[in-house]
């Protein structure tokens, strides 16, 4: 009978345990599997300040940014005399310091990798800590753009003064192979399939426009991205600037040196098939070709997620223009103040908006593919340049400083 009596008091304590346990694997969310999934960002590389901007790519909000250049007074102080000279000319060159020139996050969102500008190399660190994992120094003085493997293993960056991508293992920061280029290797990209990378160079953008022979070899170098062999190059008369490749393969579309506008350029075989003339603004056309952002008269191009819209950004006449494809004609245009510098455009995830860098205002501009209209602005750090889209964990963004 005694026993009898205390069952109910034993199912009780069992029940309210019980409750507590699911209450408690609720709140953390990892006990039962249900953590929360990763946010989809877009990544500013505000180059000036050397810090990274996520913003959300739906809400538009800020959600805070990460220092990538803590150790910088270590990494001067630690340059012998002739790369701490090239470091101040290449300074010099780029109108001041830029410590971010590009930068992705792993597919688990929780790493960032940065190429850092004129620093010539490129740094990994842990988003929620902000912990440097590692420093690779790349060949020559200055790391341009970058791109990440679709499986997070490799990071490839153009070391611009050498003429040559170098390939990163992600884990270790160590060089793992490269492939020659063109003079002055800017953007690189992987095919849809992850089996190529296309790198573009520009040539040497601090010689004027009457000396564009001496610039070097402007060109597109497609290698294989296991092997690093050279499969095919494009040669061009102009710097081939940001640049997008239709899913198939088959379909450039590029910004070149000087060009108000862009091209369409045949890969298959291997010509221009269309040259297109934007409008100048007053302040565009006012310009000399020698006064152009390191000859950019446009820099910043992308594509929608339905592989029908352009997005181009208007470096010297201040605006943003959505082109429609195939017919490459013009659904209009977002224009900002006088002087803003739109310097590069990337697609969000979802593929309906483009967010471009308004680098002298310290903005980012949202436009929307379906209506050409700008439908946010939002505030990041100082002279923002490159961005790309990425996906990052709750728990990497609980660590940014906002």
């Known amino acids: 009978m005694p026993r009898l009596h205390a069952l109910p008091a034993v199912l009780a304590l069992t029940l309210t345990l019980a409750l507590g346990s699911v209450t408690a694997s609720s709140a953390t969310g990892h006990a039962t599997g249900h953590a929360a999934p990763p946010r989809d960002v877009v990544l500013v590389g505000n180059s000036a300040d050397g810090t990274v901007s ?79 994992l590692w420093r690779t ?88 991205a296991r092997t690093l062999k050279v499969l095919r190059t494009y040669t061009f008369d102009k710097g081939v600037r940001p640049a997008v490749i239709t899913p198939d393969e088959k379909t450039m579309y590029a910004q070149l040196s000087y060009l108000n506008g862009f091209i369409e350029y045949d890969l298959e075989a291997g010509r221009t098939v269309r040259t297109v003339q934007m409008p100048f603004s007053a302040a565009g056309a006012a310009l000399k070709p020698d006064d152009y952002p390191q000859n950019s008269a446009h820099h910043g191009m992308a594509l929608n997620g339905t592989h029908d819209k352009l997005c181009m950004a208007g470096t010297i006449d201040d605006y943003t223009a959505v082109v429609s494809r195939p017919g490459l004609t013009t659904d209009g245009f977002v224009h900002y103040e006088q002087g803003a510098l739109p310097y590069w455009a990337v697609t969000a995830p979802g593929g309906t908006h483009c967010f471009v860098t308004l680098s002298q205002r310290d903005e980012v501009s949202v436009v929307d593919y379906r209506t050409a209209r700008e439908v946010a602005r939002v505030k990041v750090g100082d002279f923002p340049q490159r961005e790309r889209a990425a996906r990052v964990t709750e728990e990497a963004l609980a660590g940014l400083r906002r």
């Open 137 to 224: 120094h790349l060949d020559g003085f200055k790391a341009d753009h970058a791109a990440l493997s679709a499986d997070g293993s490799a990071f490839v960056v153009s070391a611009i003064t050498a003429a040559k991508a170098q390939v990163l293992d992600t884990a270790t920061g160590r060089v793992t192979g490269e492939f020659p280029t063109g003079t002055y290797p800017h953007e690189n990209m992987y095919s849809p399939d992850g089996s190529r990378i296309y790198n573009m160079s520009i040539g040497v953008t601090s010689l004027p426009r009457a000396l564009d022979a001496l610039k070097g070899t402007k060109r597109v170098t497609v290698a294989d």
């Open 54 to 132: 996520f913003i959300d790519s739906r809400t538009y909000e800020n959600l805070g940014s990460l220092d990538v250049v803590p150790d910088l007074d270590e990494v001067l102080a630690g340059m012998n005399p002739i790369r701490r000279a090239a470091y101040e000319i290449v300074k010099q060159q780029a109108g001041g310091d830029k410590f971010v020139d590009d930068a992705h996050v792993s597919p688990d969102g929780r790493t960032l990798y940065v190429s850092r500008g004129n620093l010539g190399d490129a740094a990994a660190y842990d988003i929620a800590s902000g912990r440097q």
